[in-house]
């Protein structure tokens, strides 16, 4: 069972939009690190704003003029907003009360800016066509593509470039969009090897790797849906996300939709 499961859902819908009320939708959940509290922040604030609790604390080029949600700590892994749930999770939990998102749409975007130097992740929980669930995980820290096939559900994780401030930048924010169904094959092409014990043989490993593969099947084949979406710390957002076709059912929606999903800049500081 999933949120949208049934429904007819148009060829766009928006999650997230940090200058709506409530700028965070009923759909998305917070967490903050306990560990943390004092530093682990989840703000709705204005782009410019120089609180002295956040980061960064003085105006950036490129700075916008929008309110956007602020999402800091200084573990990354620990403070998130997340909408829906793994589908993986909600059958094993015995159906909690968050449900998978059920989004058959397959492309995600999002509009975010990292704070600072620090790196900032996310992730999209997707299900295939046999209703077998992958997350997708895109990492400014992480260096090359790599599965890690012996999770449940099993993660891709991939690298995800910044940019660096400069000065010839214009901005720190990025619109980032995702094909999840040209993402899915990744689980079964990219190379994957499983961690091998110490003074065991090539022939043990390989039969331990048969067993741990056939505990966790990969997805493949057709996307069916996005069960949830989860961005860490540290970064800003402002907007996420699904559409059909990417940039083509974007493009289909005309010019009025151009310049609200527009990013317009801020007075430059003094």
Same mark, same amino acid.
Request: aromatic content about 6%; proline content about 8%; charged content about 25%.
């Given at each position: 069972?999933?949120?949208?499961? @049934?429904?007819?859902?148009?060829?766009?819908?928006?999650?997230?939009?940090?200058?709506?009320?409530?700028?965070?939708?009923?759909?998305?959940?917070?967490?903050?690190?306990?560990?943390?509290?004092?530093?682990?922040?989840?703000?709705?604030?204005?782009?410019?704003?120089e609180d002295p609790e956040l980061v960064?604390?003085?105006?950036?080029?490129?700075?916008?003029?929008? +309110?956007?949600?602020?999402?800091? $700590? !200084?573990?990354? +892994?620990? /403070?998130?907003?997340? =909408?829906?749930?793994?589908? /993986?999770? *909600?059958?094993? *939990?015995?159906?909690?009360?968050?449900?998978?998102? @059920?989004?058959?749409? &397959? %492309?995600?975007?999002?509009?975010?800016?990292?704070?600072?130097?620090?790196?900032?992740?996310?992730? #999209? @929980?997707?299900?295939? =066509?046999?209703?077998?669930? @992958?997350?997708?995980?895109?990492?400014?820290?992480?260096?090359?593509?790599?599965?890690?096939?012996?999770?449940? !559900?099993?993660?891709?994780?991939?690298?995800?470039?910044? !940019?660096?401030?400069?000065?010839?930048?214009?901005?720190? %924010?990025?619109?980032?969009?995702?094909?999840?169904?040209?993402?899915?094959?990744?689980?079964?092409?990219?190379?994957?090897?499983?961690?091998?014990s110490n003074g065991s043989s090539d022939?043990?490993?390989?039969?331990?790797?048969?067993?741990?593969?056939?505990m966790v099947e990969l997805p493949s084949?057709?996307?069916? $849906?996005?069960?949830?979406?989860? #961005? *860490?710390?540290?970064? +800003?957002?402002?907007?996420? %996300?699904?559409?059909?076709?990417?940039?083509?059912?974007?493009?289909?929606? &005309? +010019?009025?939709?151009?310049?609200?999903? &527009?990013?317009?800049?801020?007075?430059?500081?003094?």
């Amino acid at each position: 069972m999933s949120l949208l499961a @049934g429904t007819i859902q148009p060829p766009l819908m928006t999650l997230l939009s940090s200058t709506s009320q409530p700028s965070l939708s009923p759909l998305f959940r917070l967490h903050v690190d306990p560990k943390r509290p004092n530093g682990s922040i989840i703000r709705t604030i204005d782009d410019t704003s120089e609180d002295p609790e956040l980061v960064p604390r003085h105006y950036e080029r490129g700075d916008i003029v929008h +309110r956007v949600i602020h999402i800091q $700590s !200084p573990d990354n +892994r620990s /403070t998130y907003i997340q =909408a829906g749930c793994l589908k /993986t999770q *909600y059958d094993r *939990y015995n159906k909690q009360d968050i449900q998978p998102l @059920g989004i058959e749409l &397959g %492309w995600v975007h999002l509009q975010v800016k990292r704070l600072g130097r620090r790196e900032m992740s996310f992730e #999209v @929980g997707i299900v295939d =066509a046999r209703g077998r669930e @992958g997350v997708v995980r895109c990492s400014s820290f992480q260096q090359t593509p790599k599965v890690h096939a012996e999770r449940s !559900p099993p993660l891709i994780h991939l690298p995800l470039a910044l !940019p660096q401030q400069g000065p010839t930048t214009l901005t720190q %924010w990025l619109d980032i969009s995702l094909d999840l169904a040209a993402l899915l094959p990744l689980f079964q092409s990219l190379p994957r090897r499983l961690p091998s014990s110490n003074g065991s043989s090539d022939e043990e490993d390989n039969v331990r790797a048969q067993k741990r593969r056939k505990m966790v099947e990969l997805p493949s084949g057709r996307f069916a $849906s996005i069960s949830c979406i989860r #961005v *860490y710390a540290n970064c +800003r957002v402002r907007r996420i %996300w699904v559409t059909a076709e990417g940039q083509k059912t974007m493009d289909g929606m &005309g +010019r009025a939709l151009k310049d609200e999903w &527009g990013l317009y800049a801020a007075a430059s500081a003094p």
